[in-house]
């Protein structure tokens, strides 16, 4: 099964190779390693989840149409996610929402954590029961995090999803999103931070 | 010498291996002396790595299937309307 969902620039190739030529088992793959967090960026934008499957649906479509005209410029899935941000833009735009990924107004959630000195008020945790495996009120940790960056304001949880899960390259993220890399750092921190208190509570 | 807070503002960068070697160095003279700063740093980094595991496990549910099939009949459409 190696590289049946395009690690490296070899499988990448074939991949892409596979998907133009209607292969049903590799555009499997393929959507199962990215139709939830395609969607879970697109409800950062759109007005609401349903919205936000429709336009990845539709991103899907695009996609498989225009598989012949990907020239590897820059990773398969920053090129997909291009698709479906432009989708959701094009769609938010259409429903009188702004769209912006400067994270204006985000703030992190430590503001509280430390005395008058910078000192912390209460000693963070030892997560001894937070793990992967573990099933905490009927939910996966896992499931917990992604529930915790479905609650993200936009710009964070775009980072963290094609950052801190997609793996997408610093300067692919900063270009989709038109953001500099030191905004980028500042979003990818603070996304952390909230998943981190999502996390804390559950401990 | 960095404060709690200040250490926590570095969290990220440092395990995402981002800082200089100067910030490094008071990172570390902080988290010898600082258990709260420890933890907290290796909170941040199950956060990473759980965040990431909460990417790759997410399963095809029956749902899928059926929008699987939805985008490639589409395709199929396109294709014999010459789009
Ligand atoms: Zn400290």
Redesign the pocket.
């Known amino acids: 099964m190696r590289g049946e969902t395009g690690q490296g620039m070899g499988d990448e190739a074939e991949l892409v190779r596979k998907l133009a030529a209607g292969d049903r088992a590799a555009f499997e793959a393929v959507y199962r390693k990215h139709n939830a967090a395609m969607v879970r960026f697109a409800t950062g934008i759109v007005k609401s989840r349903a919205t936000a499957e429709e336009v990845t649906q539709d991103a899907w479509v695009s996609v498989l149409k225009s598989i012949g005209g990907f020239e590897g410029r820059s990773s398969l899935a920053g090129w997909m996610f291009t698709i479906v941000l432009n989708k959701a833009r094009t769609r938010a735009g259409r429903d009188g929402r702004a769209v912006s990924f400067d994270g204006a107004g985000e703030d992190d959630n430590l503001a509280a954590a430390f005395d008058g000195r910078g000192?912390?008020k209460d000693m963070p945790e030892l997560w001894e029961e937070i793990t992967a495996e573990r099933i905490i009120a009927g939910r996966s940790v896992l499931q917990h995090v992604n529930a915790a960056i479905e609650t993200l304001p936009p710009a964070q949880r775009s980072v963290l999803v094609l950052r801190g899960q997609q793996g997408l390259d610093a300067a692919e993220v900063c270009a989709m999103l038109g953001i500099t890399e030191g905004n980028m750092r500042v979003l990818l921190h603070r996304a952390r931070l909230a998943v981190r208190g999502a996390l804390d509570a559950l401990a | 010498m960095?404060?709690?807070?200040e250490?926590?503002q570095r969290a990220s960068a440092m395990i995402d291996g981002e800082l200089g070697a100067w910030d490094t160095l008071q990172m570390r003279m902080?988290?010898a002396?600082?258990?709260?700063?420890?933890r907290?740093i290796g909170q941040v980094r199950v956060t990473r790595d759980l965040t990431k595991a909460a990417g790759e496990a997410e399963d095809l549910h029956d749902v899928d299937d059926l929008r699987i099939s939805a985008i490639l009949s589409q395709l199929h459409d396109g294709k014999q309307q010459g789009g």
């Open positions: 000192r912390w | 960095l404060s709690c807070k250490v926590a902080h988290l002396m600082c258990k709260g700063c420890e907290f």
